[in-house]
């Protein structure tokens, strides 16, 4: 049982305070993802599990051990950093047995051990060179072997990915996740790019300024977003998010446009958010919204959408874009039960769209 | 292109002209060394009959043991210097131990005049016997030495990245274990130029070595100042006498020069 | 162990060696100088407060040798600069031989200074010299250690074994300036003495003012060459301050006045460090 508990964590350097009143469970085996913006306090969150970084004040358990106290080395946590701090000198075998060798692993053991996960790697021939010969992809499992060797209690993750291509960040993405699922090991991973974030976690925490804002799964996250914060950061394109007036089933923009969005929960002065995909544009001559750009991505379209000065963003799917190109006069109607209400001055949600779609 | 052609000219005859009055004075003495006395007075007589009492003269004159005892003081100065200073700069380089005093300290007692520290050297040695031993020499040697192989280190430990020993540390071992089998050998190569840089200014050091182990632990830069008396040069001794203590480390610095510029656009120039 | 602990066990050794070597004869230095210590002398040294400060600076003999060393670092170091730098440009466009030049160049400053100094007082040597011969042979009579030219003839010996040491600074330098700059430069229509003017020397300040500080700071130390040529002489033309104190110290044994000479030398050394620091740290801020 390797349960992670973060009960009150704060940390601050000198007056500035970087994480506030940290509360989380990690359960046994899960993968969690700290997501956010820089600076928003992931990283150090991370650090304070791996004892990287001191606790200014609360209390880090492993498996109902404290460990706020201890060195990194006590507390049975493997982490992989953003440059993968290959050890430059040693070879691949010798950079994989490594930590066995803090454990007093008499060295032919240790080798012998490394070569083997080297081989469930697809790492076995590269063992004798040095890290420098090896690509990014080849590094980062080496890094991940290392990781893995010692069989500890929690895997930590910062940003390893956001050193590869695109198309190397996809294929390690699914890796790794196949590595969490067949290990079990509780896993506490760090990134600011919400699609990781959301492809790879059971549990999501979307982090600012030095809080966790929601937690959640990323269905919950997605469908539910406990604020405008969270609901711009997570999904893309973006979420629509605008300010104005809803009375009944019309929304009124303060320039005087108006869209159709079906039973909100809520009345009187809002900030709505519809995502892109619910934002359904049809062709009408005589309309006041008018398309700005449609950028192609194959089997969908974004359309920019220009709505007497405000800009909204619609996906359309690529078989329904008859009709749709720049210039087109178009209404926009959302989807029933898509559509969000934050309050304009807070950001808080008052009404979400999961109440329409599950009440429904 | 015209402009361009000149400039080439004038950069090689430069370098050709830095080359000569470099090599020059180097060639003489070579010369020198195997000429009789007679010889000596046609500085360019270029064939002659070469002799070897110079050599000779100068070898059975103790000066291999000056040498020997150079090479002591400067071996242990530098062992010293490299164990302590590169503890110690990387406590300054990863920590900022001991602030912007410390880092201004090792600048300052690089500069520092030697005359200021000579005196207490001495009579330190004589209060406790050791005057004209290599023991007050060697003291003497880390004042400046240690320092400049400090210096020199902490740019080279700014370069490792920290998330290495970071590593180390999640990976199971202990903060100086995790110094000394991942981040050390980082270095290694900045502590050879260092070792190399600080064994030439022990080895080349006069005014200590005249003050306080003027007689029989002589080192070699001052054995060499006891041919130069006033009764009458042995030039032709002398001039071997020259090339034992000026061809070792001339060799090392061709090794090092690469990485000369390197620590010291590192330390130096950074500041 | 903690960060702290850690990190204070890591810089100890070297703290406590400094203050060994350094800190405490130091101390113990200034405690001369304010006491009639003589190297001959028995029993306790009797406390004389300022007055060998006082004597000193009173002392025209130490001030000569304060203007002598002056003339000297300017001198030296002056020529040193532009030899250095221009060396230094040479060589950085150099393509064959490189390293092989480059070690060649460089290896004046790794040869111990009385050596230089010996090899020297006697290619420079009226009878036996091969310059002087070379000289005479196109009816140049040049007595290099005489009245009114030793100083001057010291001041090249040091440009010969320390221009290297200014070529490898100049070098590191050039090697970390930018190559935007100079490229923007010469799309612009710049042209070579231009570039090197308005867009090198420029970005190269910084470097520049480092070896002038460094090289003028240990020319200050003069010793080893005076002390195989001239030994001061001709009269006192070339009694620099490191001899002047060696020979306050050590010939005349009056070891309480040379501290005090050692430590105004010091100070003067230490007010430059510190206005030079702050002139940087600013110049860096700005």
Sequence with gaps: MAIVRFSGVNKSFRSTSVVSDLNLELPDGSFTVLVGPSGCGKSTSLRMLAGLESVTSGTITIADRDVTQLQPRDRDVAMVFQNYALYPHLSVRENIAFPLRAAKEPRANALKRADAVAESLGLAMFLDRKPKALSGGQQQRVAIGRAIIREPSVFLFDEPLSNLDAKLRVETRTELLQIQRRLGITCLYVTHDQEEAMT????????????????????????????TFVAA????????????ELTGETFTLPSGFALNVGRVGASGPVTLGIRPDDLVPTVADDADARVKLVELLGPRAIVTVDARDTELTCVVEAARLSGITEGTRITLSARPGAVHAFDTKTGQRLVGADQEKHDG | ??????????????????????LFPVVWIALASVKTPEQLNDPFLLSFAPTLDGWRNVLSSGILAAAGRSAIVALTTVGISVVVGSMGAYAIARYRAGGTATRFGMLAAQVLPPAVLVFPFLTMAYALRLNDTLVPVIFAHLSFVLPVVTWFLIGFFEAVPRSLEEQAQVDGFTRFQAFRLVVLPQVFPGMGAAAIFGFTLSWNDLFYGLILAPGKAAILPVAIAGFNTFRGVQIGSMSAAILIAVVPVVIASF????????????????F | MTTVKFKHGMVAPLVALFVGVVGFPLGYAFYLSITD??????????????????ATVHDSA?????????????????????IGLAIALALQNQRWARDLTRSMLLAPMFITPIAVGLIFRFLLNDQIGAIPHLLQAVGVDYDFFGPGKALFTLALIDVWQWTPFMVLLLLAGLESIPREPLEAARVDGARGWYVLRRVTLPLLAPVLVVAILLRCLDAMKVFEYVFATTRGGPGTETQTLQYFVYQTGIQFFRLGSASSMAFIVLLLVLTVIVVAFRRMDKAKQS
């Design chain 3, 37 to 54: 210590y003589k190297l001959t002398s028995h029993g306790t040294p009797k406390l004389v407060g300022a007055d060998n400060y006082v």
């Design chain 2, 1 to 22: 292109m015209r402009n361009s052609r000149t400039l080439t000219i004038c950069r090689v005859a430069l370098l050709w002209a830095a080359g000569i009055s470099v």
């Design chain 2, 255 to 270: 090794f090092i020069q690469r990485r000369l510029v390197q620590g010291i656009s590192g330390g130096a120039v950074k």
């Design chain 1, 200 to 227: 790879l976690s059971d549990r999501m925490v979307v982090m600012r300024d030095g809080r966790a804002v929601q937690v959640g799964t990323p269905i919950e996250v997605f469908n539910s977003p406990v604020d």
């Design chain 3, 62 to 82: 130490f001030w000569e040798a304060f203007g002598t060393t002056a003339t000297f670092v300017f001198l030296a170091v002056g020529l040193e600069l532009v």
């Design chain 1, 233 to 244: 950061f997570v999904g893309s394109p973006k979420m629509n998010l605008i300010a104005g």
